[in-house]
């Protein structure tokens, strides 16, 4: 029953709550999660986003995504903090129809089979190459590697995902193998 009900929830947020969005077969989201974009967010197969997670930026997602509870992928520049004799609470922001400031069209790009982890923030513009891992807790402010595993703040690679060139090439020939079965 509790599993019928997370795909009518699922499905409520998918044809529903976000049809303005494009989001690919086999989607899930745990509750309480959140999505905006200002002009596009595409999500690809097989996605599965955590609870309490929000994704609040221009993005595209590739396929066989998981983003695990608590994480946030957002905006660098949402209110011109540089606006004179303008509090930044009153500032522009970047929901205003006429915002003209800084990460005006920036998209955030997620590769495919890529996993965030816990509690991970994910800043716009960033991209997120496919095979990537982002450990629990990390803030990823510029773009990542193919096939390798980034944490801290900010995030910085500190290994490959696969011990050997030959194990990352194996991995993708198979997983290509599966996807076009």
Request: hydrophobic fraction near 40%; charge should be positive.
């Amino acid at each position: 029953m509790i599993q019928f009900l997370k795909l009518l929830r699922d499905l409520w947020y998918k044809n529903v709550i976000w049809r303005k969005y494009k989001i690919g077969k086999n989607f899930h989201c745990g509750r309480d999660t959140f999505l905006w974009a200002k002009d596009r967010l595409e999500i690809g197969d097989n996605f599965y986003l955590g609870k309490h997670s929000s994704i609040e930026t221009n993005c595209v997602i590739g396929d066989n995504v998981i983003i695990a509870n608590h994480v946030g992928i957002v905006g660098r520049y949402d209110h011109n903090y540089q606006q004179i004799g303008v509090p930044v609470r009153l500032a522009m922001q970047i929901r205003d129809e006429n915002y003209d400031w800084k990460g005006k069209g920036e998209i955030t790009t997620i590769g495919d089979d890529v996993w965030i982890g816990y509690g991970a923030i994910i800043m716009s513009g960033v991209h997120i190459a496919a095979g990537s891992i982002i450990a629990a807790g990390s803030i990823v402010t510029h773009d990542t590697e193919p096939y390798s595993i980034n944490a801290g703040v900010p995030a910085k690679k500190i290994r490959s995902r696969f011990d050997t060139k030959e194990n990352q090439n194996l991995h993708i020939k198979l997983v290509n193998k599966h996807v076009k079965t």
